[in-house]
């Protein structure tokens, strides 16, 4: 807000004094500026106001409701107001409303309605919102077309391999077997590029999750039965359930990948520390597990730290990996809300 000078009541009547400050101080505003009194009848403007509100100028004494419908609905909105453009600047202007009170002696006599104009913030915004859209609906198309053309693909593959001669030598069956491989790699690529790239927006619904059940699942999820996982101390999380479900089971998903035998889970005040046993990765490759078209520690894990790492920006949380642990990798995810056992199931 501004300072405002002094406010009188005169014979009963709402009027902004002196004069001077009006023409030198508000005048002089962005914003525009509208006062109306206890009954909602408008009494005073700046020039700023009357531009944007061409009806105001006919309006005084008048309610505001009246005179200018749309301000007066906006003032319970916590939307932008739209207004039309200037002659020299095409496009519609957005308005940030904003209602003060205005007192005397402690009375309410008048409000001051205060629009800032938020025009270049708004459309940077839809315009963000709109390459949004239009990148997940981008998203959307390929993951459908690679998945018809691997379809495709791997529906001809099938007929030429039962078709082949019964003298087929030892090297063709490795040839067909290796070929059903990278199609199963493609479309587990595609899947995980998909998720990916939802993943990289900020989550809007969460909740208090038990650790201990999320890890369940995500074991579930994978068949891990060769994969020892371990929660040392079962808390709550407040985050996305299916969301941080994927993320263990992206760590599952890691820990078949990489051979491993053991995964364990702790936390910490606001910290989850996850460790993985096996190979550690060099320190001056880390920055690398989470790039994905990178083949680190393997080229079939290269998009799990990524997606970890996206799962976790989501919540705003930072994902680490720490170069100090020796036995395998250690994951450390730090910034998130960590209650103990027993809030929520």
């Known amino acids: 807000m501004f300072a405002v000078g002094t406010l009188y009541v005169v ?60 301000l007066a609905e906006a003032l319970g909105d916590d939307d932008v107001l ?7 600047d095409a496009g519609p202007r957005y308005l940030q409303v904003v209602s003060t009170p205005l007192t005397r002696t402690g009375a309410v006599v008048g409000r001051a309605v205060v629009c800032t104009d938020v025009t270049r913030v708004e459309r940077q915004r839809r315009q963000l919102e709109r390459q949004s859209d239009q990148l997940d609906d ?11 053309a691997l379809a495709v693909a791997r529906g001809h593959f099938d007929v030429i391999a039962a078709d082949r001669p019964p003298a087929d030598t030892e090297s063709a069956r490795t040839s067909v077997d290796a070929v059903r491989d990278a199609h199963r790699r493609i479309d587990r690529i595609v899947t995980d590029l998909a998720r990916l790239a939802a ?26 039965d060769d994969v020892e996982i371990q929660v040392e101390r079962d808390a709550t999380v407040v985050a996305s ?36 046993d096996g190979q550690q990765v ?28 996206a799962i976790g920006s989501s919540h705003g949380w930072t994902v680490e990996v720490d170069p100090r642990y020796r036995d395998g990798i ?6 998130v809300r960590i209650g103990e056992h027993g809030l929520s199931a």
């Open 11 to 70: 014979d009963e009547q709402f009027v902004a004094v002196p004069q001077f400050w009006r023409n030198q101080l508000v005048d002089s505003l962005d914003e525009k500026i509208v006062l109306i009194d206890d009954e909602g009848r408008v009494r005073d403007y700046n020039r700023r106001a009357v531009e944007a509100f061409p009806e105001l100028a006919d309006g005084e004494d008048q309610p505001l409701d009246a005179v200018v419908p749309r």
């Open 82 to 88: 739209t207004t039309g453009g200037r002659e020299h």
């Open 138 to 148: 981008f998203a959307d198309a390929i993951t459908h077309e690679l998945r018809n």
């Open 199 to 224: 993943r990289e927006q900020t989550v809007e619904s969460v909740e208090e999750c038990s650790l201990d059940a999320v890890v369940e699942a995500a074991s579930a999820d994978i068949g891990a």
């Open 241 to 276: 359930r299916p969301v941080l479900t994927e993320l263990f089971t992206n760590v599952v998903q890691f820990a078949e990948f990489e051979d491993a035998e053991r995964v364990t889970v702790e936390t910490g005040r606001s910290e989850i520390v996850i460790t993985v």
């Open 282 to 309: 060099p320190e001056n490759r880390i920055e690398a597990l989470f790039a994905y078209g990178e083949a680190v520690p393997s080229a079939e894990t290269g998009t799990v730290f990524p997606t970890i790492r």
């Open 330 to 335: 250690q994951v450390d995810i730090g910034d």
